[in-house]
Structures are given as structure tokens and as C-alpha cells.
């Protein structure tokens, strides 16, 4: 490569190319084995295209920033090029000028970025960059090769956490934060939540929560303003900074901080323009049946979708609750997070259950689209259709704290999938399905009515291609032993439970780990290096595989044991690998409530560990034996467990009536 030299546009753009196979630890061995040589070549690559491209007029495109890949190990090691400085100020004195488009403006913005990395300022350039690109329209023609360059090089460059954190954390300052439009506000969030999140070397990292004192001064900020604009920008707000930070937390404790600091801070807020804007408040219909709103963020086949689905399913079964009741979805459509998943929708439709969408209304300015417009619409739908009983499982939305906090409707519940601590003015009562056959229980300080829920039949073991499952399974070593977990990674972020998985797969040579979910995975990896040290290479070359995301029906017939994570467990996706006639281990969290003899539950660290070594030295025969014991036991507890829960919301619901 060193012995190149150019002398056109497209010699240098084939240079390019050639580059962008390259990582910045290939470029670094070749400057410590050549560092004369290199150096020559950089700078005769810096001339060429000086005199052939920008003195022509002419300008790089984005391709241009692969450079970095080659200046970054030069420094300060080379001198500035004094030719460049007419354009560095050009570009630097122009970009974002009134009466610029956003194609002139990233024009400016590659100059400048391109003339800092011809002079080696590497950081710097990376900096401007990530800094200049957050202004722009996320939807903008060019911005989606902008996009797709961050997330395919910025890991090829070893840009790091630090140096993004360093680089956002200036404009989000909040003296230029508010200098800027709305929607230029607005685009240095949606670029790091659509872009930079995905990064992989940043995705889920815990150092994104080190940014949320900023967004909570700017949230702040917006909501004491008041005028609608702000308003309006609040509302978007606080679903960013939920989902930034939500993928990231592990325990009650921060949700409980998340709830104090955003969501009841809000909620005030929102009760007081609401107030101030004169909305209606609801008026129960007399006639007719009682109408329950279930209000989702949208609507896609995962466990909370699946755990509510069974319920409306089994109460729509019940005539008594046929005869009184009618439910009616209202749907946010948060396309931020996803697109709504059409079949899902369809299931719902063929039990009879009408769905109010939202987003037919606003999601036409796509990541722009205005959440306080959303809520509204929402809130005017609900008080037409004299909701009376709003189910709400979101804790933290600005959505839908907004419907809460404008009080629109009677009974106000918060349904909890997890989250025991969402606390905000105006809810009236609280349910949960994580109850084990409690109706009644008291979760971090607040009273839950427990609604037992079993899983339709129809997600716990779908049909599947036996060559699918062949297919999966043969990427991976078939000698193997398979344990794994399917969910999010922040689950298996533990290090009490990675210690003892690598424990276990130790006295288990023959076994392999999948990791599957998206989440943190940097993290995970610093902390088996610190449990493994020598060993780690071979340990996840061999034996540890980070998967991704999954289809968990494919992947709880190739897993052969499912070691539940701990202190967080994994939930309804355990429930439905266990229902596929297979063997998971738990650690239980109240060991009052098990007998230690029960295989498959442990009552402390130790008996996981024992626990673990019995059910995987069992033969075939024997474990047959131990999953139809299991599967028969399921089944009684399961008929029980469904009567249970319709039985219990229907008392409650019956107790919110007497009371509205």
C-alpha cells in the first residue's frame, strides 16, 4: 500500500476503497514497522489531494472520512498543511448558515472533517463529525449513507465510548441546546438513538447513562417553558431518555430514581397544561357495556404482548365479563422502537377486540412525528368512547403519563410487567401479573393485585421445521452440550451469575453457552475476562457465543438447558422454553417458598451449583423422566392458574365500579 501515489480523483477514491478493508490495528502495525515510509506516503496522499481535488473545486464525499483510518496514527506527528486553512475556514465560518440546504451544509461539514484529518487532528475530526451530523435531518437523502458509514466504521476505527460521550455532551449543552429549532433539537436525539446507538461497539454501553443529567436539565427546561413547542418536545423526551436509560437498568432502585425524577416531575407538568389547555374530562356512558382501554407503545410479538394477549383472550372466553365489559386497545405506535407487527394486530382482531391506532394520524413525519399530537388524539378517542377503566402498562412514556396525569379516565391501573415502583399523581390502582397465585401482595412498598396469567397454547410450542431446527443447530459444534438464555443481555450482565456459569461449564467440558438477545455485550465480556484471565480467549472462541437477537422458538429446541440468570431472571421466555419439554434451573428469590428437594429451583448460590451438575449428569431416560413429571404437574398448576387469574380480575374489576 505505501508504495502508491496518485495523481487523479479516482486513483485516490480506488486508494479508498482499498482502505475500507482495513481496521485501524492494520494501519498502526504498518506506521510502527515503516514509520519514515508511512509517513511519506500520508503526506503525498495529502498533497494529491490538495492540488487534485479541493483546489479543483472539487469535494469528497463521505468515503473521504476512511482517511482517519490512516492519519489517526500520525497524531501530531506531521506538520499542518498550510494549504488547507482556506478551507478549513470556509467550511467551519458556513456550515449550518441561514438560507444553506442540508446537502450544501454536509458538504461543509465533510470539508472541514476531511481538512482536520489530512493534518492528522484525528480526534478532532471525529469529534466535528459526530457533532456536525447530529444537526441534520435524520431523514434527509444523504443522511442514511452518513448513518450506515458510523455504524459499519466507527468499530473499524476504534472510535471510543469516550470520545462520542466527550463530542455529544457539548451540544447538549443547554445554552446551544436551545439556541437551535425544534427540529434541529430533536435530530441530536433521533441521530443518537437511531444511529450511534447502533453502533456496536456502543450499543446498550452503560456509559450512555452517564449522559442523563443532560437530558434531564434539558427535559427540565422544556417542561417549566410551557409553550406548546417545548411542551410538545418534552413529550419526546421523556420517551428518549426512558429508552436510553430503560435498556440499561438492572434494578427497582433506578427505576424508582427514573419514576421521582421524570415521571412524577412530568406528570405535574403535563396535569397543568392539560389544565391550562381545557381539555374535557371523561364521562362514564350509563347505558351500555363498561369500556376497559388497553394502552400499548405498539404492538409486536414479544412477552408483553404475549402475556396481555392470553389474558384478553381467557376473559373474553368468560361470558359474565362479555356481558359488562368491552376492550378496546389504543395504540401509540412508537415506530422509534418499532413497527407494529400487522399479525399480531390480526390476533387481536379475530377475538373481537377493536384497535385505535394512532399512528395512521402521525407517524407520517416519521421520527419526527409530535408524541404530544399522539397523546392527545389518544386522550380525545378515549373520551368519546367513555373509557371508564384505563389498563396501562408503560411506565414511563411521556405518552402515557400525560394520559395519566390529564386524567382520562375514572380507574387509572397501572399494570406491571416487571416494574414495581412507577409511581405517578392520578393512578388509582396497581395489578401484575408476576404474582405466582397471590391476588393480593405488597411489591417495593406498593399494594398489587395479582392477576395470574397462563400463556395461550399457541406461544408456548408453535410449529416448527424440523430442517429449521437442523439448519440452526448445525452452526454450532454438534458434540456439544448447549446451555443458554434467551432475552435481553442486561439479564445475564451479573457477575455472581457469569461466575457460576463458567464454574458450571468447567466441571461440564463438553458444553458450550448461547447468549442470545441483544444488550450490552462489551460489558459481559470485561467481566468473564476478569473471571476467566488466561483463559478468556479460548473460552469465547470456543465456548461462549454471543448470538443476537433470535427466533426463540428455533433456538429453545437447539438449547439443551437453560441456566436461568440471576438476580434478574429471564422471564416469559423461560416459561415458554420450559413448555417446549425441556429443563431449566431458577434460583429462587424467597426460598420459603420451595423445598430444596425441588431439582429445578435453588434456594442459594451453592445449591444452583449442585442443582445444575445433578440435571445435567442425568441420562435420557432419566431426565425424560423428570420433564413429564414436570409437564404433568404444569398442566394441573396451569387449569388452576387461568381460573385463578379470571376469577381475580373480575373481582377487581368489579371492586373498581362499585368505587367509580
Known sequence: MLKQRFQTKSEIERFLQELSNYEISQTQELYKNSPQEYVDFALSLRQSILQNILKNGDVGSTQYLLLYLLFAPLQGQIPQEEGLEPFLKTAKSHFLSQGLGEFENLMLLELEVLCLLLNAQSNEAIKRYIQGISHFNIHFKNAGVSAEFIRTYFPKMQISMELFLESISEILGSEYYCSLSFEMRRSILNWQLHCFWNVPSFFNHRSWLSLYPLWRELFYL???????????HAVYMQFFIYHMCGNSFSSQEQWREFSTEIDEVASKHYESFATSQSLPKPTPNPQGKITIAL??????????YKVEYSLLKQLLSNEAFKEKYTIKIYLMSLLEK?????????????????????????????????HLQKAMLLREAMIQDSVQILLSPNNGYGISDFLIASNVASSQVFWSHGNFVYNVPNLTNRITHICGNETSLVREGYEFVGIPVVMDNAFYNPPISPELIAQTRAKFPQDKLILGTIGRLTKIDSLPYLSMLVRIMKAFPQSIYLACGSGNVEEIKQKLQSILGEEYESFMQERFFFCGYVNNVIFGHIIDFWPDSFPMEQGESRIEYVAKGKLSLVLVKDPSKVQKEWITMAVDEEDYYQKALHLLSLSEEQKREVIENIQAGLSRYNQRREELGVDSMMRFLQSLCKNS
Not at 295 to 304: M, Q
Not at 357 to 370: I, K, L, P, Q
Open 338 to 370: 418499532s413497527e407494529n407487527s400487522p399479525s399480531a394486530m390480526q390476533n387481536y382482531k379475530n377475538l373481537g377486540i377493536e384497535i385505535f391506532d394512532v399512528g395512521e394520524y402521525c407517524n407520517a413525519r416519521g421520527f419526527y412525528n409530535s
Open 295 to 304: 394502552l400499548r407503545d405498539r404492538i409486536v410479538e414479544n412477552s408483553p
Open 222 to 232: 422544556h417542561l417549566k417553558e410551557g409553550s406548546v413547542g417545548a411542551m410538545e
